[in-house]
């Protein structure tokens, strides 16, 4: 590879760079900033007054050729200034002798079209760990861990910290970035995304970035090994492996782990599941970060530069045009339009309609869409949990479909990966009896309608005041209908209404049993359920005992008991029994309990039996575990 076209790659690609980093301090000025600038000089600074302090550490860390980045070069009085440091000795110019870091990078939505208000942060932190010694290691990540928290009580964008290996990014092993999102199950797919979606916060330049000729095909190794033996060779490139192809079999892998991850983040999953069934489909076919990586290059830099996320979506809806059902087609728009939460045909254009814009008219939205989807965060309750099923109901059959491909294909996944998904899934989707169903609402901040219980027949509903003819739940019995609107995050004590009735049951009293499932048990959200929970046989791990709840005339005699209780699966029932007796009998019989199982009480205050009956109950439950 001629030294004039890798350097002119690197002019090319360092220009493509700093316009991502700019449109990352546009889109948020304050964090984009202190992620960009601050976050580097803090890595390679150690003083008592700064955060990330490091006691007795010999020499600070630096990030390569930091002295070198203007731009920090430029603040760095400006971040002493910050934390009132007046030692003029204090100076990322002057390199220290501590260990390097080889660079600091963003992977993700992060300064593209696709960042969005709720986007986060993750970065890697590049080092070469053969030359570190045990202690300078664990001093690196004593460091991480105190800038990390210091940032997050600085900034909006939740952060994430990867410490990577040069060696492992570049032999594709991930299994220490992130469970959720690795494991057995993507290794190439994950540096696909890397290569395709990353800044160069600071430091070296992945080589494979300017590893490209147009003309002719370039040996990534030759090229590297004949830049480190040359004299006009650069030491600002870092190898972190080539990425000539991926195996089907870690698309397949990725795609089970993006079904994994659509259970809390649907809009998301969706389309990533749609590029690797795009990649399944099309083995043969050139990678999209190869193509993104040749539109670069191809594209003139004193326009606005191609964006991966931009380049993604155009790559997705020019394969599907033409091979998906018409209606399944105008969903992948709108569940673009929403991911990247663009707000065309209104008066507050910003740069992301102006880049996106030509796309939409490519692959047209009708005008009344785009005045609906533009409401999206005041949709009526029972729209969002209607677009919210179709999601779901969507992504399974994607699913389906990149299962039908993969079968036949020997598997890689390791065999506890897959016990881990498939028990994660049944957890969101099977039904079982006593069990709240979880809604799949399709927005994390859907404004909450008034939500009014009535009685009928034996029967409780709540309706919505959306105007919607079929209840949101019904169900003979009012505890069951409370817990399902808490597990599921609609539950708003200041919204909650009932009609007159002839029941005993008072709003005051939903409201505070309301309250107690909330604080016992939280909402659904399978994502916060670590991992090896799903390698353990289900046991309950929380139970809430309700006693007599609708019962106007107290008694010592208990002859309703309402139990609702949760597994380490992060699924929730609720059952009903006439006698403590026939409770115990269930726990002893039916139901594998945690040994350290948490258990709590509710009964209502007026009841003029309640310090008995909550003692007697106690008694009975703790008896039963002595005996086991």
Known sequence: MLPVTLQNNKKHYLAYNAWRKKYFINNTPKDGSIILHLLPWLLSVNHPGVPGYVQDLTNAFHVFQIENNNDIMRMENEFKGRFN???????????????????????????TISQTSRSDCDIWICIDRSRYADNALENLNRKINLIKGWLDGQIRIPVYFFLTDVEDVRLCKFGHIDFESSGSAQKKVLKEEFYRTSIVV???????????????????????????????GQPDFIDLGDLESVDRTE???????????????????????????????????????????????ESNLTKTPVDPSLFTMQEVLQYYSGRMRPDYF??????????????????????????AADVFKQFRLERDDIYNLNEFEVWPLWEHIHFGGLMFEFVTDIYRDIAAIQKGIPGIIDPEDLTIIGRKLASSMDAKNFKLPPLHISSENTKLPVLTFSHSSGLWQVRSSDIREEPIIGNEDIIFCLAYLIWNGIFDPAQIRMQPNQTSVTIQEILNLGRTIRDTFGVYDIARVHFSRFLEEEKIDKILIAISFEEADFTMDVRDIRVIYKNNWEEIFVRRFPTLERLKMFLQKNATVSSRMETHYYIQRNNKYYEKIIERTKNMIAQMFMKR
Not at 85 to 111: A, C
Not at 202 to 228: H, L, S, T
Not at 266 to 280: D, G, N
């Open 251 to 297: 698309f397949y892998g990725a795609a089970l782990w993006q079904l994994n991850k659509s259970l809390t983040h649907p809009l998301k999953s969706i389309i990533k599941m749609l590029l690797l069934k795009m990649f399944l489909e099309t083995p043969d076919e050139e990678l999209v970060s190869h193509k993104f990586r040749r539109k670069v290059y």
């Open 330 to 355: 105008e969903f992948i728009k709108k569940c673009f339009y929403l991911r990247y939460e663009m707000k065309l045909l209104t008066g507050a254009q910003t740069l992301k309609e102006e880049v």
């Open 202 to 232: 600071c430091g070296k330049i992945p080589f494979w970035w300017v590893c490209y000729d147009p003309i002719e095909r370039v040996n990534y190794a030759d090229a590297f090994q004949e830049n480190q033996r040359s004299d006009f």
């Open 85 to 111: 440091i007046k030692d003029e000795r204090l100076s990322v110019r002057y390199p220290s002798h501590g260990e390097l870091i080889e660079g600091i990078y963003t992977i993700g939505s992060i300064g």
